[in-house]
């Protein structure tokens, strides 16, 4: 028989309770929106999966919560998918466009600039929310998803890959471009963003799910319940748990899954371009 | 096709570095000139002016009829091959060569007509529909050539094109860019540090040192009479041999002896091929040979004459052995040098 080294016991279990520990949040999740909400009242999570899933699905998606009834799940799904995408698309094309500016221009004190940009990384939005609101609510941007996306645009950290990305192109490919008569938004639509398809793929995955996840901004910004994002809305849900109605333990659970999904799908089908963008260069 | 003249070109960079000093000269139409010399010596920094990539800190440059000195590298009607290729490498074969047209605005139908054209002309048909990466570097290196040509330029710009290629490759390509060159019969100036491609490739060859022109002249002159030591010991391999030498009543003279005739006084450097030192046992000299290099067609000997060391070239049959050896000179291959400033007398 085959001697299974220690080592490898331990390996494993380390490994199974980490999983376990990832897994079984979810599956407690799964579990009480396949439960009818009075049996969770009464007993708590179990182990028994009951067959609620349907049900709760359609009431998460359809039914509104709150007075106005504009907070459906489909609803808050659709803002989540405006703000996570607005995001990350925006980001991507401030951050690829500062950063050509910052590689290919002879600008004076473009490093200095660059640097400045990169120091706003210490400066999160937790740490400006008050100027931040005061200037969206001046522009009349609350509740709406200019507002939302706007003042998260610019991105430090998507300027700083595609400005590394970009010193790694070789010069000759700039010289046989300025060759070909390809002028600097040729060079750029033509060339550099076609090599970069990577660098995006994998900036794309960081920042949707950065911006899908965002909770605090949207609290600020939103307070039409139109505009909730699944993240701020499942908050709300909860909290109208009180009063003498039974708590919807079913609607809320899935909304939480529904919630998670986006960006694991998104991770599951970008990460081979995900680690090819972070690790090797297609030049 | 198109003349090429520059007019006292010069370059400093914002450090204050002067790469090409003031450079005067005319290329004539449909000429293959090649500018050599080592790193450093400014050739690129020539050729990268010429195609425009790089400013011009003074004097002029003439393409054709028209001054060019603020022209941008697309309009000067020039094409370029680059060292690493520099090929579009998320562009397909037929679009790496398709794309300056495309830039242009020439039609589709056209645009297709030039690349299969160009692609038949170098042998690259059966790969248009790969991308670069799925090429050998000889492949790369045509497609590279079929994007200069299918632009039609007046001017063809090489940069060192064949130093990433393996020794076989190399040789077979020089042949295949000449071939070329002469076909199309396209104003060229081709950059390279490899003395063997300047000699077999170039109508004319520019050496270039320390970001000044050494000489310019057809092969066979910077060959055989080399403007300056720097040429001499550049151009050949093995290189000329240069001997510190004695002129007194109007003779040269080594060691004592008299190699040849020569008016003037002094010391002098005196350039001897090691092809015109010939083995010969009635001959005047006698030299010590300490090494021999067997080269197939012919052996390097590496001897030592009157306390200096040089090389000798002889044929295969020639028998050779280590020790001494009584060689003659011919006296009409000699070239002299001023002992001091390097310059041929």
């Known amino acids: 028989m085959k001697r299974i080294k220690l080592e490898t016991i331990v390996d494993h279990s380390v490994l199974i309770i980490g999983s376990l520990i990832m897994i079984l949040p979810v599956a407690m999740l799964l579990q ?5 909400d009075i049996e969770t009242m009464r007993n708590g999570p179990g182990l028994v999966f009951g067959d609620q899933i349907p049900a709760n699905f359609e009431k998460a998606m359809f039914e509104a919560s709150g007075f106005s009834g504009e907070n459906t799940g489909l609803r808050m799904l659709y803002n989540s998918l405006i703000l996570g995408l607005g995001f990350a698309i925006g980001k991507i094309v401030i951050g690829m466009m500062a950063a050509y500016a910052i590689v290919y221009f002879r600008l004076k004190f473009a490093t200095l600039a660059f640097w400045i940009i990169f120091t706003t990384l210490l400066l999160p939005l937790e740490v400006r929310i008050l100027p931040s609101y005061e200037i969206v609510q001046k522009l009349g941007m609350l509740n709406t998803y200019q507002g939302l996306i706007i003042p998260l645009i610019a991105s430090a950290t998507a300027t700083f890959f595609f400005r590394q990305f970009f010193r790694s192109v070789p010069e000759e490919l700039i010289e046989a471009a300025r060759i070909d008569g390809a002028g600097p938004i040729k060079f750029f639509v033509d060339i550099l963003v076609p090599l970069s398809r990577t660098m995006i793929a994998a900036m794309f995955i960081i920042m949707f799910v950065y911006g899908w996840n965002q909770y605090l901004w949207p609290t600020m910004i939103t307070t039409d319940e139109g505009m909730f994002t699944l993240v701020r809305g499942i908050k709300q849900i909860t909290q109208t748990l009180e009063g003498t109605n039974l708590p919807e333990y079913g609607k809320s659970n899935i909304l939480q ?11 599951i089908f970008f990460q081979s371009w995900f680690v090819k963008g972070l690790t090797e260069s297609d030049k | 096709m198109a003349q090429v003249t520059l007019n006292t070109l010069r370059k400093v960079y914002p450090n204050g570095f002067e790469a090409v000093k003031p450079a005067s000269f005319t290329i004539e139409k449909g000429e293959f000139v090649v500018l050599v010399g080592p790193s450093g010596c400014g050739k690129s920094t020539m050729l990268r002016m010429i195609a425009g990539l790089e400013d011009i800190t003074q004097g002029d440059l003439q393409i054709g009829d028209r001054i060019v000195n603020d022209v941008d590298p697309a309009d000067r009607d020039i094409a370029m091959v680059f060292q690493n290729y520099a090929l579009y490498p998320h562009m397909t074969v037929r679009k790496n060569i398709g794309y300056g047209l495309k830039n242009r605005k020439i039609a589709k139908d056209v645009i297709d007509q030039k690349v299969t054209d160009a692609a038949n002309l170098l042998n690259l048909n059966d790969y248009l529909d790969r ?22 330029p007046s001017l063809f710009l090489f940069d060192e094109p064949l130093s990433n290629l393996d020794a076989k490759l190399r040789n077979q390509m020089r042949i295949e860019i000449k071939a070329l060159q002469r076909r199309l019969g396209v104003t060229s100036v081709y950059v390279t540090h490899d003395q063997v491609e300047a000699m077999t490739m170039a109508d004319r060859i520019i050496v270039m040192n320390g ?58 450097t005196l350039g001897i091929r090691p092809e015109d030192i010939l083995p010969d046992p009635n001959g005047d000299f006698e030299i010590n040979v300490t090494l021999i290099e067997e080269l197939g067609a012919h052996r390097i000997l590496h001897a030592t004459w009157a306390g200096q060391t040089i ?10 052995e280590t020790g001494t050896m009584h060689v003659a000179i011919k006296s009409d291959a000699l070239s002299f040098f001023d002992a001091q400033t390097g310059r041929r007398l």
């Open chain 2, 211 to 268: 970001g000044e022109i050494e000489q310019i002249g057809t092969p066979a002159q910077v060959y055989h009479s080399p403007a300056s030591t720097f040429v001499a010991s550049f151009m050949g391999a093995p290189p000329m041999n240069l001997l510190d030498a004695l002129v007194a009543e109007n003779a040269a003279m080594i060691g004592g002896q008299t190699i040849a005739q020569f008016a003037g006084h002094g010391p002098v």
């Open chain 2, 311 to 320: 090389m000798v070239s002889v044929a295969k049959d020639v028998t050779a």
């Open chain 1, 32 to 36: 009480m929106a396949s439960t009818p």
């Open chain 1, 257 to 267: 899954i529904i919630a998670i999904l986006p960006p694991v799908l998104i991770v």
């Open chain 2, 131 to 152: 991308k670069p990466s799925q090429l050998s570097g000889g492949q790369r290196q045509r497609v590279a050539m079929g994007r200069a040509i299918v632009r039609d």
